[in-house]
């Protein structure tokens, strides 16, 4: 990558890049990722195309967003925002095109899937982990157990030769395909220290949510899309088959043709988005994508499923 490739990066308007990510914006402000945020703290400059949060003092350039959200080496960072033409591959598990239109592998990791196996294979949900699923969000075990949701109780790394990568206490969230097998593994951060909440390995390419409840649908079933794995496994406590697709540029193409062909017959696609416009902005990009997906309202005043199914 020469100078003037980086220029060109480093020009990528820095919302896009933010939506690509997953971040939900509004009106140039955004809940940061980087710390424990109640109030959109984060804020984008796109003048100066930066962002900054105001609360925790993260800060920096369209890579230095991508390198801190993702875990990325500068790079990496770089390769993976010059892939931007192809926002639907995104996920897809293809490798990151750069101009040139040559593939190039070049500090590109690959997920330690082996090793991200072994940290999952006996799920035990402890501590901190216990009291936020079956305490605060009142999540079914039996659905933290389908899930197989475990937790780490210190700093653990993410591939088998690796300093530690999820900071403790964590619960360690699965992603697999339909068939079952693992794709990565989030970390979801439950300490009170500043850091990421929300943690991938480098090179994980996941796409929706709990893939493998597509392959338990029986024709004539609704399927429930949510916001986020938290919400989703909020939905399964409350007895409904649900997936969750955080942003629709997470959609991989595979997705979106699973979804729209792969199903059983007579099955039914429902979503009851979040009450802000980042939850309406989402349901109409994902309606673009399933025409059939049918809207629910929230009750007055509760933001969330998760929330919704916590104070019901
Ligand atoms: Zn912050």
Redesign the pocket.
């Known amino acids: 990558m020469n100078n003037e490739d980086l220029y060109r990066t480093r020009a990528t308007p820095i919302e896009e890049v933010a939506e690509r990510l997953g971040i939900r914006i509004v009106r140039h402000k955004a809940l940061?990722?980087?710390?424990d945020?109640k109030h959109p703290?984060?804020h984008f400059n796109v003048k100066r195309n930066r962002f900054c949060?105001?609360?925790?003092?993260?800060r920096g350039n369209v890579i230095d967003l991508v390198m801190r959200y993702n875990n990325f080496g500068f790079k990496e960072a770089a390769m993976w925002i010059d892939g931007g033409d192809h926002t639907i591959a995104a996920g897809s598990g293809v490798m990151p095109v750069g101009r040139s239109g040559q593939t190039d592998f070049r500090g590109v990791a690959t997920v330690d899937v082996e090793y991200l196996s072994t940290l999952i294979v006996h799920p035990t949900i402890e501590g901190k982990a216990a009291d936020f699923l079956f305490v605060e969000r009142k999540i079914d075990p039996k659905v933290a157990q389908w899930c197989g949701l475990t937790s780490v109780t210190e700093p653990t790394p993410c591939w088998r030769w690796g300093k530690a990568f999820y900071d403790a206490p964590s619960l360690l969230i699965p992603y697999r395909d339909v068939d079952g097998r693992l794709l990565s593994v989030q970390g979801r951060y439950l300490g009170t220290e500043?850091k990421p909440r929300f943690r991938f390995p480098r090179g994980s390419h996941v796409g929706m949510y709990n893939k493998p409840m597509i392959r338990c649908l029986t024709p004539g079933d609704e399927l429930w899309i949510t916001e986020g794995p938290s919400d989703c496994w909020a939905m399964m406590s409350a007895g409904h088959k649900a997936v969750a697709i955080p942003s629709a540029t997470t959609l991989t193409m595979g997705d979106i043709r699973l979804i729209n062909n792969g199903l059983p017959e007579g099955v039914t696609l429902h979503m009851m988005p979040d009450r802000d416009r980042p939850g309406m902005e989402l349901f109409q990009a994902l309606k673009r994508h399933f025409p059939n997906l049918k809207g629910h309202v929230l009750p007055d005043g509760v933001k969330d499923y998760g929330e919704y199914w916590k104070t019901r």
Request: aromatic share 14%; with cysteine.
């Open positions: 940061c990722p980087f710390h945020d703290s984060l949060c105001y609360a925790c003092g993260a500043d």
